[in-house]
């Protein structure tokens, strides 16, 4: 896969906070999505917010002001300021200029306990180790995640044009394979309420921008049980996945290949990489049973 361009959160109004959750793949600013939830008693709106500030930051925005910070998130200054406070103090968070502020590698044991509490992420490098020599492609398994598809494990070859994602990096769902894998498993209704708020964004000319469109091509990965998306996220680039089941038979994650179109065709990963990515997928359904 490769990394999504940056994408603007259009804020919308947000759902009754009387449900108490909010739908699949609505675009809300986190200030909106802390305001949907707040009649909770035993939601915590400080930690919210907390994390919010945390989810602002990545690869391309590692050094942001308040102001920066409040408009991504959709808090106040005050809050903002607060939350980089209280980080600062606890040794996440840090300013050389008091102005512009960043994260301490520190951060990385909050993502780092839930990977390593996950039986995926601890059974699955192994095999995409294997997978990935044989293949001499960069493998990953991610999981869905809203309107996300956030990589859990990878595998990558040593290439000087080589797909290279970190662990916790986040890419658009319905323009990735294993977002699509993942989103065809989903029950009918769950699936229709995804679609109903989901944002067509035409990444390249190969982009589907509409939810008709998305809805044959679902159907479809759900019919041949892997999903091909050709360079739909960015051009040059293409991968192949397929779902990886729990002992419910319920799609939990997928595994996935990706390549540069120029060296690998839509034929050769139908030919030869779908067959090895199936068994390496039921291999980790079974490790999980």
Same mark, same amino acid.
């Given at each position: 896969?490769?990394?999504?361009? /940056? ?6 109004? $947000?759902?009754?906070? @009387? ?11 986190? =200030? ?15 930690? +919210?917010?907390?994390? =919010? ?13 308040? /102001? ?31 102005? !512009?502020?960043?994260?301490? $590698? ?25 997978? /990935? ?39 658009? +769902?319905?323009?990735? @394979? ?8 989903? $029950? ?8 109903? !708020? ?8 190969? /982009? ?8 044959? =091509? ?6 041949? *049980? ?31 290949? *990706?390549? !540069?179109?120029?060296?690998? @065709? ?24």
């Amino acid at each position: 896969m490769a990394r999504a361009s /940056s994408r603007k959160l259009a804020e919308k109004k $947000p759902p009754d906070s @009387s449900l108490g959750e909010i739908p699949p793949g609505v675009a809300l600013l986190p =200030a909106a999505q802390i305001s949907a939830l707040s009649g909770d008693p035993n939601f915590m709106t400080s930690l +919210a917010r907390g994390l =919010a500030v945390i989810q602002a930051y990545s690869h391309a925005k590692a050094l942001l002001t308040i /102001s920066q910070l409040s408009t991504a998130t959709g808090l106040s200054r005050a809050a903002v300021r607060r939350c980089m406070y209280t980080l600062g103090k606890l040794g996440l968070a840090d300013s050389e200029d008091g102005r !512009h502020f960043s994260l301490k $590698p520190r951060i990385l044991t909050l993502g780092h306990s839930y990977v390593a509490s996950m039986p995926l992420a601890k059974i699955a490098q192994p095999v995409l180790d294997r997978v /990935s020599q044989l293949l001499r492609e960069s493998c990953s398994i991610g999981m869905l995640d809203g309107r996300d598809i956030i990589h859990v494990a990878n595998a990558n070859v040593t290439r000087i044009l080589a797909i290279d994602l970190a662990i916790g990096s986040r890419v658009p +769902a319905l323009y990735t @394979s294993m977002g699509r894998v993942l989103l065809a498993y989903l $029950p009918p209704g769950e699936l229709e309420s995804y679609l109903a !708020h989901a944002e067509f964004t035409s990444y390249t000319e190969r /982009s589907i921008a509409s939810a008709d469109k998305m809805r044959e =091509a679902l159907q479809l990965v759900r019919r041949n *049980g892997y999903a091909l998306v050709d360079q739909e996220l960015e051009l040059g680039l293409r991968a192949i996945a397929v779902p990886i089941h729990n002992t419910d038979g319920k799609a939990i994650a997928a595994l996935n290949v *990706g390549a !540069h179109a120029q060296r690998v @065709s839509v034929q050769d990963m139908l030919s030869k990489f779908l067959l090895q990515l199936q068994a390496a997928a039921q291999e980790l359904s079974m490790l999980l049973k």
